[in-house]
């Protein structure tokens, strides 16, 4: 999450476009959007692996925050609260249409290129292997600790558990994740 | 330190990059731990960097949401059922008609309502709490394509209005009380009228009563459940709600065991 700004700037003028927002200000959450969409597609692209899906699911979640919106605290952490939405939007998906998680869409085409980049886009791919195999509530949970940069109270309240379930999902994605990407050294036992 | 705990410390970091002094102690004398360590704060690092495909709706999204956000819309009968019969589309294709067909839905559904709010300029914005559900149902019967589909399209929607009426009652505030009537107005829709033209158009062979069977049990259950919740909620405003789900489940089962038994 780099920025250019101080913090304390962006967080004032969140609040700016939330409060406008609750008053009916659509241009305002037009803002929000513009400044969270990129953000929550791509999480719930990791979870729905599917561009579409994921497309689908974001419109919903500004729409429902939007429909919802009066409802936040302003003291609240506004990115914490509408991945919440997004997440019950994703759970809903998959218990309503009881499929099973779809087939990932394909990522977009290597090109021909130096050896380095090459190198690189293999190791990219590797762990883009690695984490679709982790379930979905440790990729959820580790990618918003290590996408969003929440804590893993505020995951605990976008994904609706305990602190410690939390860091325990964390805890076992990072372990898997791990064991999955480190190669096995001979001798090694399977 | 032992290395299981050193490990344990690590992962369950916040910040893996930020290890406090003991682990560093540890990290500064075993090889092994040190690679691990390194490992980890490499593939975080890592991880934002994963190509996803683009989004490329969100301009479309945003230029759409300006003009037309779903305020009070005209009563929900007034929603043309449009129903598109079309071959398979490519994946691409039919994610941008999705998203057109629904905002033109929206926009269809918002014109009067627009035009109301501009003759009450002082009058808040006030959402329709369907709208959500309608897009919805509107985005996913693009995509279903056998009658049995869009029924259970219907139904599976349905069920969520139900779902979120069920939270809401649950969680007894009054300032939920207009939401949750709404919801239960446009579940009564979706159960009725919505359903009935889908199973009518069920084909006439041996899966069609296993189709109303399935359908028809899933409303009892409905009828079953909410006759329960509303019973003990009666003196408050989420009574009515709930009734008027179960009562339009029950008449719905009812009349899908008919078509079933003709």
Same mark, same amino acid.
């Given at each position: 999450?780099?920025? *250019?700004?101080?913090?304390?700037? %962006?967080?004032?003028?969140?609040?700016?476009?939330?409060?406008?927002?609750?008053?009916?200000?659509?241009?305002?959450?037009?803002?929000? #959007?513009?400044?969270?969409?990129?953000?929550?597609?791509?999480?719930?692209?990791?979870?729905?692996?599917?561009?579409?899906?994921?497309?689908?699911?974001? +419109?919903?979640? $500004?729409?429902?925050?939007?429909?919802?919106?009066?409802?936040?605290?302003?003291? !609240?952490?506004?990115?914490?609260?509408?991945?919440?939405?997004?997440?019950?939007?994703?759970?809903?998906?998959?218990?309503?249409?009881?499929?099973?998680?779809?087939?990932?869409?394909?990522?977009?085409?290597?090109?021909?290129?130096?050896?380095?980049?090459?190198?690189?886009?293999? /190791? +990219?791919?590797?762990?883009?292997?690695?984490?679709?195999?982790?379930?979905?509530?440790?990729?959820?949970?580790?990618?918003?600790?290590?996408?969003?940069?929440? !804590? $893993?109270?505020?995951?605990?309240?976008?994904?609706?558990?305990?602190?410690? /379930?939390?860091?325990?999902?964390?805890?076992?994605?990072?372990?898997?994740?791990?064991?999955?990407?480190?190669?096995?050294?001979?001798?090694?036992?399977? | 330190?032992? &290395?299981? /705990?050193?490990?344990?410390?690590?992962?369950?970091?916040?910040?893996?990059?930020?290890?406090?002094?003991?682990? +560093?102690?540890?990290?500064?004398? &075993?090889? @092994? &731990?040190?690679?691990?360590?390194?490992?980890?704060?490499?593939?975080?690092?890592?991880? =934002?960097?994963?190509? #996803?495909?683009?989004?490329?709706?969100?301009?479309?999204?945003?230029?759409?949401?300006?003009?037309?956000?779903?305020?009070?819309?005209? @009563?929900?009968?007034?929603?043309?059922?449009?129903?598109?019969?079309?071959?398979? =589309?490519? %994946?691409?294709?039919?994610?941008?008609?999705?998203?057109?067909?629904?905002?033109?839905?929206?926009? *269809?559904?918002?014109?009067?309502?627009?035009?109301?709010?501009?003759?009450?300029?002082?009058?808040?914005?006030?959402?329709?709490?369907?709208?959500?559900?309608?897009?919805?149902?509107? !985005?996913?019967?693009?995509?279903?394509?056998?009658?049995?589909?869009?029924?259970?399209?219907?139904?599976?929607?349905?069920?969520?209005?139900?779902?979120? %009426?069920?939270?809401?009652? +649950?969680?007894?505030?009054?300032?939920?009380?207009?939401?949750?009537?709404?919801?239960?107005?446009?579940?009564?829709?979706?159960?009725?009228?919505?359903?009935?033209?889908?199973?009518?158009?069920?084909?006439?062979?041996?899966?069609?009563?296993? %189709?109303?069977?399935?359908?028809?049990?899933?409303?009892?259950?409905?009828?079953?459940?909410?006759?329960?919740?509303?019973?003990?909620?009666?003196?408050?405003?989420?009574?009515?709600?709930?009734?008027?789900?179960?009562?339009?489940?029950?008449? *719905?089962?009812?009349?899908?065991?008919?078509?079933?038994?003709?």
């Amino acid at each position: 999450m780099a920025t *250019s700004q101080p913090i304390d700037d %962006v967080r004032t003028e969140e609040h700016a476009l939330i409060r406008r927002a609750q008053q009916g200000d659509r241009a305002a959450f037009a803002g929000l #959007v513009e400044q969270y969409w990129d953000r929550l597609y791509r999480w719930l692209y990791h979870l729905a692996r599917n561009q579409h899906t994921a497309e689908d699911l974001t +419109q919903e979640t $500004f729409l429902k925050a939007f429909a919802n919106l009066t409802r936040f605290r302003a003291e !609240s952490n506004f990115a914490g609260w509408l991945f919440r939405i997004g997440h019950n939007n994703f759970a809903n998906h998959y218990r309503g249409s009881r499929t099973r998680e779809p087939l990932p869409d394909d990522l977009p085409s290597p090109h021909e290129g130096p050896v380095e980049e090459v190198l690189l886009r293999e /190791t +990219q791919q590797g762990l883009a292997d690695a984490l679709v195999k982790l379930p979905a509530d440790f990729r959820a949970a580790l990618l918003l600790r290590v996408e969003e940069g929440l !804590s $893993f109270r505020e995951i605990a309240k976008v994904l609706n558990l305990t602190e410690e /379930t939390a860091r325990w999902r964390v805890f076992k994605a990072r372990q898997k994740l791990l064991a999955l990407l480190t190669p096995r050294r001979e001798g090694d036992q399977s | 330190m032992k &290395c299981a /705990t050193m490990e344990s410390r690590l992962f369950t970091a916040e910040r893996p990059d930020r290890v406090d002094a003991d682990v +560093q102690r540890h990290l500064a004398e &075993c090889s @092994a &731990c040190r690679a691990t360590h390194e490992r980890l704060v490499e593939i975080e690092r890592a991880i =934002p960097q994963l190509a #996803v495909p683009p989004s490329t709706l969100r301009a479309a999204f945003v230029a759409q949401f300006i003009q037309h956000t779903p305020a009070e819309l005209p @009563a929900a009968e007034t929603v043309p059922v449009v129903r598109l019969m079309r071959p398979t =589309p490519s %994946v691409k294709e039919r994610g941008l008609r999705k998203l057109a067909f629904a905002f033109a839905l929206a926009a *269809s559904l918002v014109g009067i309502a627009i035009g109301l709010w501009v003759l009450n300029p002082g009058k808040p914005v006030k959402v329709d709490h369907a709208s959500v559900y309608r897009i919805h149902l509107a !985005s996913r019967q693009n995509s279903a394509l056998t009658p049995r589909d869009r029924a259970e399209t219907v139904l599976g929607v349905a069920d969520e209005v139900r779902d979120e %009426v069920r939270k809401l009652a +649950q969680a007894a505030k009054d300032a939920d009380g207009e939401k949750m009537a709404e919801l239960a107005k446009y579940y009564r829709q979706l159960v009725g009228e919505e359903l009935r033209q889908h199973v009518r158009d069920l084909p006439a062979d041996a899966n069609r009563k296993l %189709v109303l069977s399935a359908l028809e049990e899933r409303l009892r259950q409905t009828e079953s459940e909410f006759t329960l919740l509303a019973a003990p909620k009666r003196a408050t405003k989420a009574a009515e709600p709930l009734q008027i789900i179960a009562l339009a489940a029950r008449e *719905s089962s009812a009349e899908l065991h008919a078509l079933a038994t003709e």
